[in-house]
């Protein structure tokens, strides 16, 4: 892996730990694809109490 595919991993990472962060916040169900990104099954998240 390049520094720049690295760099990119680790900023998608971040951007979708911020969207995930921010849906919470909300008091809303974080989109999948952020969930699936930082490795979080949907189904896990949902069982979780907000």
């Keep these: 892996m390049t520094a720049l595919q ?26 999948a694809r952020d969930l699936k990104k930082l490795g979080i099954p949907k189904a896990a998240f949902s069982q979780i109490h907000l």
């Design 6 to 31: 690295s760099l990119r991993s680790f900023f998608g990472a971040f951007q979708a730990a911020v969207h995930a962060a921010a849906a919470v916040d909300m008091h809303r169900t974080p989109d």
